[in-house]
């Protein structure tokens, strides 16, 4: 709707698919018993049950058993979005400032102001959207505790020559497999964009970025002598129960946070929840509801804790478990 409403032709946005490839017999049968949950209780009766030969067709990778495709899926590119998104909002009177970081939020007996580096800005309400990226000013530092930032980096190909393009992912699908440290990827104007979590720290990583190409050779052999054009990464927020919250502070303020890797689209989706809070109304968000949301335990050790779920996690998807 918000790609056709600004006319985001740039976004790019595609409705062909997405497959869910698994690595082994467990992590099939848990896909399957998630596709078949979709369709008794959501109604989602186009979502088919693949074998290994329909997946080795859709990927063109040997390594998978078997598979789910969910037909209702699709890519975009987020930040072509993005700006769509920011243009649209400009155009109608909507003024948006960059280099402005928020250092505190006061309140006064009217309104609240946000205080900025330049000057300050007041207003009746405000609204905390900054997500993995809510530690770098004081003025959100009541919601880092219930967020733990992850790096998630992406990489692509050089362009393909025609023949192996056409044999690597022909559908033009989305696809992702099923191992804990997941991994996603596509085919884009004729290069594989392929991306996965795994890195930390608070910048780029080469270590993470070999470990992508690594694994992106391993589904993709292929691929061993194809270079890479492109690197990057970025932080997700990842909450204790894996699910984003969305509601109030308190009588001026109003937040949504931690989408866990799903933010193009959740966010999205939390802006029409916003705007109904701030007009006054209390929308029925469930379990996304704020007054659920937890601080995260031990958060001094949140790093040293996420190395070490990440390597066991590593470990369990390399014994096949």
């Not at 979709?38 to 040997?62: C, F, H, N, Y």
């Not at 219930?146 to 989305?174: D, Q």
């Not at 970025?209 to 992106?216: G, I, N, P, Q, T």
């Not at 890479?228 to 109030?248: C, E, Q």
Request: charged share 20%; no cysteine.
């Amino acid at each position: 709707e918000l790609v056709s409403e600004f006319g985001i032709t740039s976004a790019n946005l595609v409705r062909t698919g997405q497959v869910k490839a698994a690595h082994n017999e467990t992590t099939l049968k848990a896909a399957i018993d998630e596709a078949n949950w979709m369709t008794r209780e959501m109604g989602s009766a186009a979502v088919r049950i693949l074998d290994k030969g329909q997946v080795r067709e859709e990927t063109g990778s040997e390594i998978f058993v078997g598979g789910v495709l969910n037909p209702g899926s699709g890519g975009i590119h987020p930040l072509n979005y993005l700006r769509g998104l920011a243009n649209g909002v400009a155009s109608r009177g909507v003024p948006i400032f960059q280099e402005s970081p928020v250092v505190k939020l006061r309140r006064e007996k009217d309104g609240i102001v946000a205080e900025t580096p330049q000057g300050a800005v007041r207003a009746r309400q405000a609204i905390i959207t900054t997500n993995s990226y809510s530690d770098l000013t004081g003025a959100t530092a009541h919601l880092q505790r219930t967020l733990i930032p992850f790096r998630s980096a992406m990489v692509a190909t050089e362009r393909l020559p025609g023949n192996l393009a056409g044999k690597l992912m022909p559908t033009g699908r989305t696809y992702t497999e099923t191992k804990r440290m997941m991994r996603w990827f596509r085919m884009v104007d004729n290069r594989v964009i392929f991306g996965g979590r795994g890195a930390f720290g608070k910048q780029d990583s080469q270590a993470a970025f070999d470990a992508l190409r690594k694994a992106m050779v391993g589904i993709f052999p292929d691929l061993a002598d194809v270079p890479l054009a492109y690197k990057w990464s970025g932080l997700v927020a990842m909450t204790l129960d894996s699910v984003p919250h969305i509601g109030r502070l308190d009588d001026r303020t109003l937040f949504s946070v931690g989408y866990n890797g799903a933010g193009v689209a959740m966010s999205s989706l939390m802006g029409r929840y916003l705007a109904a809070f701030v007009r006054g109304e209390t929308p029925d968000v469930g379990l996304l509801d704020a007054r659920r949301m937890k601080a995260i335990p031990f958060y001094p050790l949140r790093e040293p804790a996420v190395r070490m779920v990440a390597g066991w996690y590593q470990f369990l998807d390399a014994i096949g478990r």
